[in-house]
């Protein structure tokens, strides 16, 4: 690190100790929001970047900035630094500030600020940002001006290390802080002028990426370590269903499997697979003889996706067992839970008979359930477009063992319904199925928060694969730069570590990221389309599920009652923007899918840059 004496402004070189610190606690990635206040910290930034120890990313719009670094952090488990200038570019992180806070990410914002004798007499670009994210912070630290004085680059680092821990829910030993674990961490920098100076690193200079082992993140560092907790057991005996929510992880899965009990997962619990699996869970809490049978649930994660959960939660007679290794609230509603545990495990047990049909009837009827829903669909498809293999009927072919068509009669009866299939029109089913079972393990898939993502909860099979939502507080905001953020960190070396023996980047998925979002998503983070000249442009591909508005307000109760314009207009907000246009507009590739062949061929083609998949839908 140069020496602060070499640098003609306090500011950069204040600004630079602070970022080489950052590098050497394990941070990879920031994001830069231009500005004149923060210029000192920008430039070392990309200094940093030019040297190979740091991921630079830039967006000119502070919202959009923010998501983008939770989309990475999320991601990588690692804190992401996002910069921004003085006045309303930090009040625009709030958003993505809150969305870390409640879902547990690790980030660090270092805003940059006038100098405190200039606050409260009308300077320019001048508020109160100290305790402008009020208590959604794990830590906040309002510095003072550097000055050039000894000790300031100390001061830097110790600060730095300060905000990795906290970020990562951690103490000052490294040891996890349960309450309120993970999450993000603000660092207001008050600068003087000179704002910045020129300053290049030479090779010795350089820091090294991850190089402080007090404070070093390693692989999935925001996952508390089931040793560092202490873990309850639970015993045998009630008739238990384990649910898992967002963020839920495994662990939901293996204790389900481990206990032989029936398992609820949402598509964004990170434990939607597995034998136990009830997809069907919906209809089967309301069914006599399953849900009403429930004695005690064993609540993962966060639960958003459906009515039923909170209601089997809140059931006299029902204990309920709420799990999370860390965070700011528990799961509680009605304030019905009876414990709260950290990390729990079962008894090892050879399940009895009871057990076995407990979990038995569970999976079979979900199964049962999943197949009449896809039934039914399939002959509404029929008696719309006439394709008999859709119903289940059997349709031969006509071609015998050697290869050859034996019978033409069953031939041309074989090649119309083939037809018909590939010309049904695309409905939410049949769209949230297909990017289901594109997405393989080394792929990502991001759910907006729209009628798709519960769309796919109520149908999609089990399947081990990363799937991220922001479901902290399950807002629209920022999804497409969230997708882009996880799409850059799956794809991408991580700085400081070596290339894989096939030349792949280090951690390098090698995947596409496909996100599904609704065309209101869509267009209320439009901003965070533009990649500037320089950006990553990963492989993402965003299938937009475009219904003209708000379809998922048509669920409300009030919907059949309002006055239909009036309800229009203020809830449902119809839209006809040319995506196509948009698209081209940001300098994205296009994609239309509107039936069923045609979803599949867009699918199947391979996805080499940011690219909008548009795929029309009724209301």
Known sequence: MPDARAVASPATASALALLSALVRAGVTDVVVAPGSRSQALALAAAELERAGAIRL?????????????????????????????????VANLHPAVLEAHHGGVPLILATADRPAELRGIRSNQTTMQPGIFAGAVRLERDVTPPEGRAGEADAATRLAREAVLAALGRDADGGPVPHPGPGPVHLNLQLREPLSSAVTLDDASVPEPGADVATSVTENPAEVDATDVPVARLEHGPRTVVVAGAGAGPAAEDLARSAGWPLIAEVTSGARFGPNLVVAYRALLREPGFGDEVERVVVFGHPTLSREVPALVQREGVEVVVVAPSGIEWF?????????????????????ADERAWTGRWVRASRM?????????????????????????????????????????????????QLARIRTPIDRRMLVEAVWGATWPHDRLVFGASRLIRDADRAVPGRRITVHANRGLAGIDGTVATTLGVAIASQSATPGQPDGADGAPARSTGGTTRAIIGDLTLLHDVGSL???????????????????????FDALEVASSAPSDAFDRVQYTP?????????????????????????????????????ILEVPLAR
């Open 575 to 611: 839209q006809q923007v040319d995506l196509s246009g948009l698209a081209g507009a940001y300098g994205w590739e296009y994609r239309r899918a509107t039936t069923r062949g045609e979803l599949d061929e867009a699918l199947g083609t391979s996805v080499t840059r940011p690219t």
């Open 332 to 352: 509680n509603p009605g304030h019905a839970a009876d414990r709260f545990e950290r990390a729990v495990t079962v008894h090892p047990h050879e399940p009895t």
């Open 530 to 552: 533009l990649i500037g000249a320089g950006e990553a442009r990963p492989r993402v591909l965003l299938v937009v599920g475009n219904d003209g508005g708000g379809t998922i």
């Open 369 to 417: 359930l999943v197949d009449e829903a896809a039934a039914s669909a399939a002959h509404e498809s029929v008696e719309r477009d006439g394709a008999p293999s859709a119903r289940g009927v059997p349709v031969r072919s006509g071609v015998d063992e050697t290869g050859h068509v034996s019978d033409f009669a069953a031939q041309r009866v074989y090649l119309r319904d």
């Open 57 to 89: 990313h830039v967006r000119i719009d502070e919202r959009g900035a923010g998501f983008l670094a939770l989309g990475l952090a999320v991601e990588s488990g690692r804190p992401a630094v996002v910069v921004t200038t003085s006045g309303t570019a």
